[in-house]
């Protein structure tokens, strides 16, 4: 899909003022902010490579707390699951720096829900769609 594309299928995407790179290469080259998913807000991400569209990165905007990211990535996976079916990769880890990731292919598309958190730092919660012939 072409920027272009994406600009129509998502008027409110502006560019933005910072861009971002990814280890793979491909450019942020459009932001939404305000993208709801249930009770929360998000800001969409979209990455290009090669201009095509790479990746789609939904980050989310509210704050919370590292538990209530907990609770959330919980209750977005088991919505993935009841959708999607069981996921083709799960990971989580504990310590200082703790956190869930889940991972599922779908129709040429590879979709992570992940978080991490960290004593101290406000927490990270991404979905992460990507394409699986572009990685």
């Given at each position: 899909?072409?920027?272009e594309t994406v600009r129509k299928l998502n008027p409110a995407a502006t560019?933005?003022?910072?861009?971002s790179t990814l280890q793979t290469g491909a450019k942020e080259v459009l932001e939404q902010y305000g993208v709801p998913i249930g009770h929360n807000t998000f800001t969409a991400r979209f990455y290009f490579k090669e201009a095509k569209l790479h990746q789609i990165t939904l980050e989310l905007q509210d704050n919370l707390s590292p538990e209530e990211v907990a609770r959330l990535w919980d209750e977005l996976y088991a919505l993935n699951v009841a959708q999607y079916g069981k996921e083709g990769?799960?990971?989580s880890g504990s310590g200082q720096v703790w956190g869930k990731a889940a991972t599922w292919a779908i129709d040429g598309k590879e979709m992570t829900l992940f978080f991490l958190a960290k004593e101290g730092l406000k927490p990270i919660m991404n979905i992460v769609y990507q394409s699986q012939s572009q990685k």
């Open positions: 899909m072409s920027g560019t933005p003022a910072t861009p990769s799960l990971r």
